[in-house]
Nanobody, 129 residues
Framework: VQLVESGGGLVQPGGSLRLSCAAS????????MGWARQVPGKGLEWVSG???????YYADSVKGRFTISRDNAKNTVYLQMNSLKPEDTAVYYC????????????????????????WGQGTQVTVSS
């Protein structure tokens, strides 16, 4: 399993970025995908998740500003980030689980770190003027 994030960078407050996570080594369409972020010295914050059935979930801190999506033909999950704030500055990681997650259960566990087994290397997002 390999997950490779891209799309991070420096953006001004109010700006937008789209993160991508290219997946390989597993049947991407069957697996839930999550995005988390971490600021050095702070804990991991789960930002968003998308099940194989397309259901999406968001942290309150990003709801209405971030959109997660997936392209199963390209084995890629995206995180569109709009109206960025300085507090969105972090390293962003995508992650997936070792096994497909049954329908109806992902909603209660999408933000649980224990749900995920594989991680990308992360991409830095810096929001600053």
């Amino acid at each position: 399993v390999q997950l490779v994030e891209s799309g991070g960078g420096l953006v001004q407050p109010g700006g937008s970025l789209r993160l991508s996570c290219a997946a390989s080594g597993f049947t991407f369409s069957s697996y839930a995908m999550g995005w988390a972020r971490q600021v050095p010295g702070k804990g991991l914050e789960w930002v968003s998740g998308i099940h194989s059935d397309g259901m999406t979930y968001y942290a309150d801190s990003v709801k209405g500003r971030f959109t997660i999506s997936r392209d199963n033909a390209k084995n890629t999950v995206y995180l569109q980030m709009n109206s960025l704030k300085p507090e969105d500055t972090a390293v962003y990681y995508c992650a997936t689980a070792r096994r497909p997650i049954p329908d109806g259960t992902y909603g209660s566990r999408w933000s649980d770190t224990g749900t995920y087994d594989y991680w990308g290397q992360g991409t830095q997002v810096t929001v600053s003027s």
